[in-house]
T-cell receptor, first 113, second 118 residues
Framework: LAKTTQPISMDSYEGQEVNITCSHN???????ITWYQQFPSQGPRFIIQ???TKVTNEVASLFIPADRKSSTLSLPRVSLSDTAVYYC??????????????FGKGTHLIIQP | GAVVSQHPSRVICKSGTSVKIECRSL??????MFWYRQFPKKSLMLMATSNEGSKATYEQGVEKDKFLINHASLTLSTLTVTSAHPEDSSFYIC??????????????FGEGSRLTVL
C-alpha cells in the first residue's frame, strides 16, 4: 500500500504559486521524500528530494516540517506547461523490499490561463 | 543527467503473441531496475524489481510467468509480456536509481512503452 496521501486534483492560474501537500504519517527515520512530475504518456520526471527542513532548486521548493509527517511541494509562478500529475514518494528500496517505491495516486494539477 | 531509454515506445500486437520491451541505462550502470505499469488515469503500479545477474523480484499479484524479466547486463533489462491479451494493454515504464538513489527513491524513468493488444 502507498504510504502517502495527496489531494486528487488542484486548479490554479498562470503566474500563481502552487503548493501541493503530501501526508506521510508513517515515514521512517531513513526515508527520504521525493517528488515527481508526470505528463500524459511519459515517464515521471524527478523534481526535488529532501529529508528535512527546506530544499530549493531551480524549479521548486520542498518544505518538510520537523515531524516529517507531511511535505509541501511549492511551484513558484506556474505556467500552463506545469499542468501534470505530481507524485510524492517516500522512502526507497531497502533490504526488505520495494515498499518505498510504491506511488500513491498523485495530484493532478491543472493550470488555467 | 543520466538517461533511461525504453524501446519500443508503442507496440500493437495480436492476442496470444509475446512482446518484448527493452530498458537501457544510457550513461550509467544499473544493477537494479524497476518495472511499473500504468493504466489510463491511474497511478504507477510497481510490477517487479529487476536484478542484474539474478532473478527478478515480483510484487504480489504479478504473474512472473506472464511478465518475464531479464537483466542480462548492467545497462539492459527486458520485460517480455508472454501470450498477451487485451487486458495486458497498458503503459509500461522502467526506472533505475541514480547513484546513491537506491535507498532514497531517486529514480530515472524511461519514456514508457504503450502496449495495445488487439
Amino acid at each position: 500500500l502507498a504510504k502517502t496521501t495527496q489531494p486528487i486534483s488542484m486548479d490554479s492560474y498562470e503566474g500563481q504559486e502552487v503548493n501541493i501537500t503530501c501526508s506521510h504519517n508513517n515515514i521512517a527515520t531513513n526515508d527520504y521524500i521525493t517528488w515527481y512530475q508526470q505528463f500524459p504518456s511519459q515517464g515521471p520526471r524527478f523534481i526535488i528530494q529532501g529529508y528535512k527542513t527546506k530544499v530549493t532548486n531551480e524549479v521548486a521548493s520542498l518544505f518538510i516540517p520537523a515531524d516529517r509527517k507531511s511535505s509541501t511541494l511549492s511551484l513558484p509562478r506556474v505556467s500552463l506547461s506545469d499542468t501534470a500529475v505530481y507524485y510524492c514518494l517516500v522512502g526507497g528500496y531497502s533490504g526488505g523490499g520495494a515498499d518505498g517505491l510504491t506511488f500513491g495516486k498523485g495530484t493532478h494539477l491543472i493550470i488555467q490561463p | 543527467g543520466a538517461v533511461v531509454s525504453q524501446h519500443p515506445s508503442r507496440v500493437i500486437c495480436k492476442s496470444g503473441t509475446s512482446v518484448k520491451i527493452e530498458c537501457r541505462s544510457l550513461d550509467f550502470q544499473a544493477t537494479t531496475m524497476f518495472w511499473y505499469r500504468q493504466f489510463p488515469k491511474k497511478s504507477l503500479m510497481l510490477m517487479a524489481t529487476s536484478n542484474e545477474g539474478s532473478k527478478a523480484t515480483y510484487e504480489q499479484g504479478v504473474e512472473k510467468d506472464k511478465f518475464l524479466i531479464n537483466h542480462a547486463s548492467l545497462t539492459l533489462s527486458t520485460l517480455t509480456v508472454t501470450s498477451a491479451h487485451p487486458e495486458d494493454s497498458s503503459f509500461y515504464i522502467c526506472s533505475a536509481p541514480v547513484a546513491g538513489g537506491f535507498s532514497t527513491g531517486e529514480l530515472f524513468f524511461g519514456e514508457g512503452s504503450r502496449l495495445t493488444v488487439l
